[in-house]
């Protein structure tokens, strides 16, 4: 095989011995870790394309990629039958070394739970906190910093965040993690640092800011969420001033109106965000040029879509942002009988309590207190408060 040609066979070789990389970039740098992708980003698409097959000239890729895999120079002029060969022991070898270091999960070995463990799981299910607690003094043996041991950690993490039970995660479960997680568990990481006791909003805002979307969506997201932590850390400050308030807001509106409104896509997520800073700005400096030009009926307007696309989504976890979002923009539209709806939207959906704990944190801690705090107009904000009581019911209850 040509060189492009082998190149591929590595990558798909890669990929069937399910070693994690999303993208080319990632693939790039399994290779060379510490060189900068924009200079081998049009090499690596062309090399990888379809098109005509050549010589991969950079050598120091091509020697990156004999060093970690363990092949010989001559590999590359070889036959076909000789690259195969080569490459399916390299790559074997590669995994193999992977997993000693602890860099890949046991579920890549394709390991199941053990009697042991999914015991643990199902009693945790149903159990009280302070019960499962106890237990897990009894079963320290399960709680080990290994690659066997992550299948088991991640599910119990999941169970356990769900439940809303942040600092259990953060005391029993964080210190024998492996660094190795995908989006969803770093976002849900993340999402723990925020929302212990004594919240860690930087920590949070750090792991958000260091992942990279698989697709413009999830960038879109991850990138307001990042940006919402900075926000809550601020408004959450004691010694905030109402002169910094104002500033802040500024600020807020110019970040969230980046992510906002770029080809004009209008994803009701930002959206959100951007409407309880313009609500805020409008409640509290109602003439003061901080908005930026958006209104909130304006921006209701461009979220449609995305509002109506989420509801209908196969998605329980969508249908209830987007419901809920659709709500929280009435409410900031002064319109009556919000509660209700938001009883129906619960029992319909259903969603888990860390669901509800952050509608809750956004409307409550970083929306009616900080209006309460600064305001003395808290009679406009019954609406809010009586869907803050049917969450504290909902949460009481599951």
């Not at 050549?54 to 050598?59: F, H, L, M, P, V």
């Not at 958000?208 to 969420?225: F, H, M, P, V, Y």
């Not at 970083?366 to 808290?378: C, G």
Request: hydrophobic share 35%; charged share 30%; glycine share 4%.
């Amino acid at each position: 095989m040509q060189h492009k040609f082998l190149l591929r066979f590595i990558k798909q070789e890669m990929e069937k011995q399910k070693i994690p990389f999303k993208n080319n970039e990632e693939f790039f740098h399994l290779f060379l870790p510490d060189e900068p992708w924009d200079s081998y980003r049009s090499n690596i698409s062309h090399w990888l394309s379809q098109g005509e097959d050549g010589t991969i000239r950079k050598r120091i890729f091509i020697e990156a990629i004999n060093e970690k895999l363990g092949l010989k120079s001559e590999v590359w002029g070889a036959s076909e039958g000789s690259q195969k060969e080569a490459v399916i022991k390299g790559v074997e070898k590669l995994k193999a070394s992977l997993i000693e270091k602890e860099e890949m999960f046991s579920w890549l070995q394709e390991e199941s739970l053990s009697v042991q463990e999914e015991a643990f799981l199902r009693f945790i299910e149903t159990a009280s906190i302070d019960a499962i607690e106890k237990e897990l003094s009894l079963q320290k043996d399960l709680f080990q910093k290994t690659s066997s041991s992550q299948m088991f950690l991640i599910e119990l993490f999941n169970l356990m965040y769900e439940r809303g039970e942040y600092t259990f995660v953060f005391v029993h479960v964080f210190p024998y993690l492996l660094e190795s997680y995908d989006n969803k568990i770093k976002s849900r990481k993340a999402d723990i640092y925020a929302s212990l006791p004594t919240p860690m909003y930087k920590e949070a805002f750090e792991i958000l800011n260091s992942i990279k979307g698989e697709s413009r969506a999830e960038t879109i997201d991850l990138q307001t969420s990042a940006i919402s932590n900075i926000r809550r850390e601020r408004l959450s400050s004691k010694h905030l001033s109402k002169d910094e308030l104002k500033i802040l807001l500024a600020r807020l509106i110019k970040c969230y109106t980046k992510i906002y409104t770029p080809k004009q896509e209008y994803s009701y997520y930002p959206g959100i965000n951007l409407a309880y800073m313009v609500a805020m700005a409008d409640y509290l400096f109602p003439n003061e040029e901080l908005t930026q030009g958006y209104s909130l009926h304006q921006i209701y307007t461009d979220v449609q879509k995305s509002l109506q696309k989420g509801k209908v989504s196969k998605s329980k976890e969508e249908n209830y942002y987007a419901g809920i979002s659709d709500i929280e923009f009435q409410l900031l539209l002064n319109r009556q009988g919000m509660a209700q709806e938001l009883e129906i939207l619960l029992e319909e959906v259903q969603p888990t309590i860390s669901q509800v704990n952050q509608t809750y944190r956004q409307m409550g801690a970083f929306f009616v207190e900080v209006l309460e705090r600064f305001s003395d107009k808290s009679n406009k904000l019954a609406e809010y408060k009586k869907c803050l009581k049917i969450f504290t019911a909902y949460s009481s209850l599951s």
